[in-house]
């Protein structure tokens, strides 16, 4: 089994910031060729994309409400992607949830929580 645990999340202040991290463990894992991604879900509303990298980790995407506020990376030889988050809005309020896929799998953390509020 594949098993991700997210850490990092808290309450922060507006304009703060957090850096998450997802780490995966397996004794059969191969996490370089796994993309990752960070999705997020807030009460009321669906989960969403917040961003992507390859499991490369050579090219990533974001979602349009926290391009130049976010920054995914990943460390391969941790097995751990991140989530840099950067001035912090109310609006970012949510469970942020690790995703690892490829062509025919998809693990999912448990997700941590982000408050931000003053």
């Known amino acids: 089994q594949v098993q991700l645990v997210e850490s990092g999340g808290g309450l922060v202040q507006p304009g703060g910031s957090l850096r998450l991290s997802c780490a995966a463990s397996?004794?059969?894992?191969?996490?370089?060729?796994?993309?990752g991604s960070w999705y997020r879900q807030a009460p009321g509303k669906e989960r969403e994309l917040v961003a992507g990298?390859?499991?490369?980790?050579?090219?990533?995407n974001y979602a349009d409400s926290v391009k130049g506020r976010f920054t995914i990376s990943r460390d391969n030889a941790k097995n751990t992607v991140y989530l840099q988050m950067n001035e912090l809005k109310p609006e970012d309020t949510a469970i942020y949830y690790c995703n690892l896929n490829k062509r025919g799998y998809d693990y999912w953390g448990q997700g941590t929580q982000v408050t931000v509020s003053s």
């Open positions: 397996s004794f059969t894992f191969v996490f370089s060729s796994y993309a």
């Open positions: 990298v390859t499991s490369a980790g050579g090219s990533t």
